[in-house]
């Protein structure tokens, strides 16, 4: 008889690991606590208006192509992809920068505005690419057991990049403030400041402007909705509103999970929720990390969102839009260093009715604007507004147009909706950042040192934050389980 995997959540991790886990023969349920699937990536539909929670820049598509490969299937089967151009427009007090679809047009536009700087690009994003074929074919791919799986005879020569951060090395070759910051934003998405992230990771720059942006037509959640109908074609049996209350153990082997005080046996857990919170289910014997562990931790950012239907298109703004308009490094300090609502906050507008008319009703714009803050911050209706206004008056300004009064409605998510929605540690929006000290071998681990057949997937672990990581995670603690199950 195959043995029955009881999967925790249903976010991008859980369902790659789903998919897996059954292609491989298992019994696989997963177990969602809200009404809908994809966790983070839920999406919200008002009025003809359609809206991606969380994640909305695809990149890294070769990462989504593996995983559907893997399953003799093509992104096209479930999904049709454009790739964006421009792939996005970053607007500074005094100028605006176009990132266009491919290198040449980037390299005109930094060319612009500092001379001579697109010789350095060039040489800057060749150096990014090597890094990304090693850090996608050589090191994403291990689960993280041991610190060996870092050494292989490329990044043994590439050591220094360990080391040094993408701040100073961005800072060597380029003067502008303005391409310091553009090229500085990428490394974002892992979740730390680019003062402490390794230089390694600027393969997140050849993501950028060597992969380019795309998006699925009808929005990110046409992926999850894809990897549902997979899972399900595989076998997989998906419950919402079953939100897991306990992980049970006996003689330190999990025998289930319960919900309603109901036992579901399972012969393997995997939870894809938050680790923090996973381990929570446990009684404190059997928790790996203590709270004051997870509280030296940086983790990624939290996010105050706001969802709007505009009754009129907007103009003058592209399909993504970062607004870096104030000081990039006082906001960031207000992240990581003195954790504090920001003074004059950096922050992403996005408007996927620009490139894609199923996301909005004829003539209107639908519209998602995100502010990166602290996680654990004090969360109320009157910060949200203040914040609110805040936004739209530079957004106003720097677009040079009003959009206020045609503001259908609006929607705001923060810290406490995290917390409520997902059980979030802290309200983090992505999960754990990606610095050295927590890279790898150093991130929580897939597979529970104190509990047999408990594991764990998600962006809190290997190999860390955001959407392709995520797939990566599922597959690499499926393969753990399948492992572990042979042996
Ligand atoms: C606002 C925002 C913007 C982002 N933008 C991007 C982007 O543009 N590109 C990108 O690549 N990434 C982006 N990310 C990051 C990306 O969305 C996440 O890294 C990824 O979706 C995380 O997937 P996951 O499976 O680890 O976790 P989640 O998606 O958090 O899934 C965990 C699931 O577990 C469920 N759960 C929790 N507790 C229980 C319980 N007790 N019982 C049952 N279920 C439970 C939760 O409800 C949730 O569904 C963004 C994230 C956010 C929040």
């Given at each position: 008889?195959?043995?029955?995997?009881t999967?925790?959540?249903?976010?991008?991790?859980?369902?790659s690991?789903?998919?897996?886990?059954?292609?491989?023969?298992?019994?696989?349920?997963?177990?969602e606590k809200n009404?809908?699937?994809g966790g983070?990536?839920?999406?919200?539909k008002r009025d003809?208006f359609?809206?991606?929670?969380?994640?909305s820049?695809?990149w890294?598509?070769?990462?989504?192509d593996?995983?559907f490969?893997?399953f003799?299937?093509?992104?096209?089967?479930?999904?049709?992809?454009?790739?964006?151009?421009?792939?996005?427009?970053?607007f500074?007090?005094d100028d605006v920068?176009t990132?266009?679809?491919?290198?040449?047009?980037?390299?005109?536009?930094?060319?612009?505005i500092?001379?001579?700087s697109?010789?350095?690009?060039?040489?800057f994003?060749s150096q990014?690419?090597?890094?990304?074929?090693?850090?996608?074919?050589?090191?994403?791919?291990r689960p993280?057991?041991?610190?060996?799986?870092?050494i292989?005879?490329?990044?043994?020569?590439?050591?220094?990049?360990?080391?040094?951060?993408?701040?100073?090395?961005?800072?060597?070759?380029?003067k502008?403030?303005?391409?310091?910051?553009?090229?500085e934003?990428?490394?974002l998405?892992?979740?730390?400041?680019?003062s402490?992230?390794?230089?390694?990771?600027?393969f997140?720059n050849?993501?950028?402007?060597?992969?380019?942006?795309?998006h699925?037509?009808g929005?990110?959640?046409?992926?999850?909705?894809?990897?549902?109908?997979?899972?399900?074609e595989l076998?997989?049996?998906i419950?919402?509103?079953?939100?897991?209350?306990?992980?049970n153990?006996?003689d330190?082997?999990?025998?289930?999970?319960?919900?309603?005080?109901?036992?579901?046996v399972?012969?393997?857990?995997l939870?894809?929720?938050?680790y923090?919170?996973?381990?929570?289910?446990?009684?404190k014997?059997y928790?790996?990390?203590?709270?004051?562990?997870w509280s030296?931790?940086?983790?990624?950012?939290?996010?105050?969102?706001?969802?709007?239907?505009?009754?009129?298109?907007?103009?003058?703004?592209?399909?993504h839009?970062?607004?870096?308009?104030?000081?990039f490094?006082?906001?960031?300090?207000?992240?990581y260093d003195?954790?504090?609502?920001?003074t004059?906050?950096l922050?992403?507008?996005?408007?996927?009715?620009?490139?894609d008319?199923?996301?909005?009703?004829?003539g209107?714009?639908?519209?998602f604007?995100?502010v990166?803050?602290?996680?654990?911050?004090e969360?109320?209706?009157?910060?949200?507004?203040?914040?609110?206004?805040?936004?739209?008056?530079?957004?106003?300004?720097?677009?040079?147009?009003?959009?206020?009064?045609?503001?259908?409605f609006k929607?705001?998510f923060?810290?406490g909706?995290?917390?409520?929605?997902?059980?979030s540690?802290?309200?983090n929006a992505?999960?754990?950042?990606?610095t050295?000290s927590?890279?790898a071998?150093?991130?929580?681990?897939?597979?529970?040192?104190?509990?047999?057949?408990?594991f764990?997937?998600?962006?809190?672990?290997?190999?860390?934050?955001?959407?392709?990581?995520?797939?990566?995670s599922?597959?690499?603690?499926?393969?753990?389980?399948?492992?572990?199950?042979?042996?």
């Amino acid at each position: 008889m195959s043995k029955k995997v009881t999967i925790i959540g249903s976010g991008f991790s859980s369902l790659s690991s789903a998919c897996y886990l059954a292609k491989a023969g298992f019994d696989v349920s997963i177990y969602e606590k809200n009404t809908t699937a994809g966790g983070r990536a839920r999406q919200l539909k008002r009025d003809g208006f359609t809206f991606d929670m969380g994640p909305s820049w695809y990149w890294m598509p070769d990462i989504f192509d593996k995983f559907f490969a893997d399953f003799d299937k093509k992104t096209s089967d479930y999904y049709k992809l454009d790739k964006l151009s421009p792939a996005y427009k970053i607007f500074f007090s005094d100028d605006v920068i176009t990132i266009g679809d491919s290198l040449d047009k980037i390299s005109a536009e930094f060319e612009r505005i500092e001379a001579g700087s697109s010789k350095h690009l060039k040489k800057f994003i060749s150096q990014a690419q090597e890094n990304y074929s090693i850090a996608i074919d050589k090191v994403v791919l291990r689960p993280g057991l041991s610190p060996f799986e870092l050494i292989t005879k490329e990044t043994i020569l590439k050591v220094d990049q360990f080391f040094k951060t993408i701040s100073s090395e961005v800072r060597k070759k380029f003067k502008n403030p303005k391409l310091i910051s553009t090229l500085e934003f990428p490394v974002l998405f892992l979740g730390a400041k680019p003062s402490k992230t390794p230089s390694f990771y600027n393969f997140m720059n050849f993501a950028d402007f060597g992969l380019g942006t795309w998006h699925p037509k009808g929005g990110m959640y046409e992926v999850i909705k894809a990897m549902l109908n997979l899972s399900k074609e595989l076998g997989v049996q998906i419950h919402t509103d079953s939100s897991i209350e306990k992980i049970n153990v006996t003689d330190g082997k999990t025998v289930g999970v319960e919900i309603n005080g109901q036992l579901i046996v399972s012969d393997i857990v995997l939870s894809g929720a938050d680790y923090h919170h996973s381990e929570s289910l446990l009684d404190k014997k059997y928790r790996q990390y203590s709270e004051s562990y997870w509280s030296k931790k940086t983790f990624a950012p939290s996010s105050l969102l706001f969802y709007i239907g505009f009754n009129k298109k907007l103009k003058n703004i592209e399909h993504h839009n970062l607004f870096f308009d104030t000081d990039f490094e006082k906001h960031a300090e207000e992240i990581y260093d003195v954790p504090k609502w920001p003074t004059d906050p950096l922050f992403y507008a996005n408007f996927p009715s620009i490139t894609d008319k199923s996301m909005s009703p004829e003539g209107c714009e639908t519209a998602f604007f995100l502010v990166p803050i602290a996680p654990d911050l004090e969360d109320t209706p009157e910060l949200r507004q203040q914040y609110f206004d805040l936004i739209m008056a530079r957004f106003q300004k720097r677009t040079d147009q009003q959009v206020e009064e045609n503001i259908l409605f609006k929607e705001s998510f923060c810290v406490g909706d995290f917390i409520e929605e997902y059980n979030s540690y802290k309200g983090n929006a992505y999960g754990m950042a990606n610095t050295l000290s927590q890279t790898a071998f150093l991130r929580p681990k897939l597979k529970s040192k104190k509990v047999k057949n408990l594991f764990f997937t998600g962006q809190l672990t290997v190999p860390g934050p955001g959407v392709p990581p995520a797939l990566i995670s599922g597959k690499l603690v499926s393969e753990l389980i399948i492992k572990a199950s042979n042996s």
